[in-house]
């Protein structure tokens, strides 16, 4: 018993780390990326080639003075980025990160918690995830925080009703709502986005707005409300809000890789490479390889479209994506009925 | 179809995907500076000749040419013994050019018939005052040594030269 606490001590550890390393160093790769589809190099001062820059951002975040107004409700300003923070974090506990590793004859899943409602568990952390931002755009007591948690909500609202129906689909064809099963059917080339892609077109689009980037960054839209729901905050609590992004697009990227390419599946490893550790590190590392692509899908869209208008945002998540996930429902259910898997 | 968005999305991201593996433009600035163009117009340098003597006479027609009125001078004349210094028999004794006036046309530089005046590719260093905006000799003339001299060659091109020697002008005429 104690060794099975330790052991998933450890991992969580592991997990927490990597998630926040891998957030650090996507402020990194955005300004990287930014920079080299503007044409221009993007930091690269700070350390070889930059590196360094996501640390010398964080001295810089720690430095600045601390502001709280004194209109705001102070309890409720603090836990506003605290509760963005935690949510963001607590996801990474169902992401299977590879199959499982045998040491000293003992199996050890690299999985924290394979919670056989996982992809509930999902949607429930993800919709508290905007109170975050509602606390803090209200506590705030300014106009402009206030219309961006607004937006925040309303979009997060929307958007969750297509991504919960586009995993309806997917859950119709795995039969199972536990996310590391649905990450061990995908076995070589079964991958799910070669039986769902209209469910997986719809995922990408509302996991874009869920993470409130953009072309959906309507909460923050610095050219009509400043910053939106951060427009009071400072040093570190800014701070948190702009890391909690970036941690809600690495774990957006995991669930994305996860859930339709794949997760830690690559075709004809097996071939290859037998011993059964071995095999599951390249495992890992595969799901991080896409997990990357994911994010620089994320940031590469962001650098391609300009924003969306709020009534053109609402449209396109009650008029286009929500029927087109019933539609996505039904066809999946007739082809299930004609293939006799129903 | 323009009403799914999304050929038009992925037209837009092929692009910006163009664009990430394209050679940037930017100059890694205190390491490797911007080149000038050979014809920029910077601030000024008053040449010497080969031996190291003024060539500036005094004549006032970079003053008179100047559209900003920014150059000033007092001629004196030169004494026994200082021909070593000035190459004609007249000099200005101080030669100023108000940097703040000055708009760089190289009007001056067209108009002097010494070859003494030229803008170079050196930038006028920015201030707090205005009075040392005002620059005299000190700084316009160019040092002695053959090593400090003021490279003016992407200035005094060949046609520069040759318009120098069309007498019909008036002002090559005057010597």
């Given at each position: 018993m104690i060794e099975y606490i330790i052991y998933k001590a450890i991992l969580v550890v592991i997990v927490f780390c990597i998630t926040l390393v891998a957030a650090m160093y996507s402020t990194y790769a955005e300004r990287k990326i930014a920079g080299f589809i503007q044409d221009r190099l993007g930091p690269n001062r700070a350390g070889p080639f930059g590196i360094l820059q996501p640390v010398a951002d964080g001295v810089k975040m720690f430095m600045k003075e601390e502001m709280i107004p004194d209109v705001s409700n102070k309890f409720l300003f603090i836990l506003g980025p605290s509760v963005a923070m935690f949510t963001s974090l607590m996801t990474g506990a169902i992401i299977p990160w590879g199959t499982s590793l045998t040491i000293l004859g003992h199996q050890y899943s690299l999985q924290v918690a394979d919670v056989n409602i996982g992809i509930l568990y999902l949607l429930g952390i993800t919709s508290v995830g905007v109170y975050g931002i509602m606390i803090g755009g209200w506590a705030s007591n300014n106009k402009f925080a206030l219309l961006g948690a607004l937006r925040a909500s309303s979009q997060m609202i929307s958007y969750e009703i297509g991504m919960g129906l586009s995993i309806i689909a997917l859950i119709m064809t795995t039969g199972t709502l536990s996310i590391g099963e649905i990450a061990a059917q995908q076995h070589g080339w079964h991958w799910n986005i070669l039986y769902q892609p209209l469910g997986f077109l719809i995922f990408i689009i509302c996991a874009f707005a869920e993470t409130n980037r953009a072309p959906f960054d309507l909460p923050e839209c610095e050219s009509e409300l400043i910053g939106g729901y951060h427009t009071e905050y400072s040093s570190m609590k800014l701070g948190f809000y702009l890391f909690a992004e970036y941690t809600n697009m690495f774990i957006s990227s995991a669930i994305l890789a996860t859930l339709y390419f794949g997760g830690y599946n690559m075709p004809f490893l097996g071939r290859f490479v037998h011993d059964p550790n071995m095999l599951a590190l390249l495992g890992t590392f595969f799901l991080f390889c896409k997990i990357c692509f994911f994010i620089f899908v994320f940031m590469w869209v962001r650098w391609t479209l300009p924003r969306f208008r709020y009534d053109q945002l609402m449209n396109l998540g009650w008029k286009g994506l929500i029927p087109l996930a019933i539609l996505n429902i039904a066809i999946t259910g007739i082809v299930m009925w004609i293939t006799g898997k129903i | 179809m323009e009403r799914i968005y999304l050929p038009a999305i992925f037209g837009g991201m092929i692009i910006t995907l163009g664009h990430f593996f394209k050679k940037k433009v930017t100059f890694q600035y205190p390491e490797v500076k911007?080149?000038?163009?050979?014809?920029?117009?910077?601030?000024?340098?008053?040449?010497?000749?080969?031996?190291?003597?003024?060539?500036?006479?005094?004549?006032?027609?970079?003053?008179?040419?100047?559209?900003?009125?920014?150059?000033?001078?007092?001629?004196?004349?030169?004494?026994?013994?200082?021909?070593?210094?000035?190459?004609?028999?007249?000099y200005a004794s101080t030669y100023e050019i108000n940097m703040l006036r000055c708009i760089f046309c190289g009007d001056c530089e067209d108009a002097c018939p010494k070859e003494s005046i030229f803008l170079t590719d050196r930038l006028v260093p920015s201030d707090s005052l205005r009075q040392r905006f005002v620059y005299g000799k000190d700084l316009l003339v160019e040092p002695m040594e053959a090593s400090k001299r003021v490279d003016i060659s992407q200035r005094q091109t060949k046609e520069v030269l040759e318009f120098k020697k069309r007498k019909e002008l008036q002002h090559n005429r005057l010597k």
């Open positions: - | 911007r080149p000038f163009a050979p014809v920029y117009r910077g601030m000024h340098v008053l040449k010497r000749d080969e031996n190291g003597a003024e060539r500036c006479t005094a004549c006032g027609l970079c003053a008179v040419a100047c559209p900003a009125e920014a150059i000033t001078m007092v001629a004196a004349e030169r004494k026994p013994g200082e021909e070593k210094l000035y190459r004609e028999e007249k």
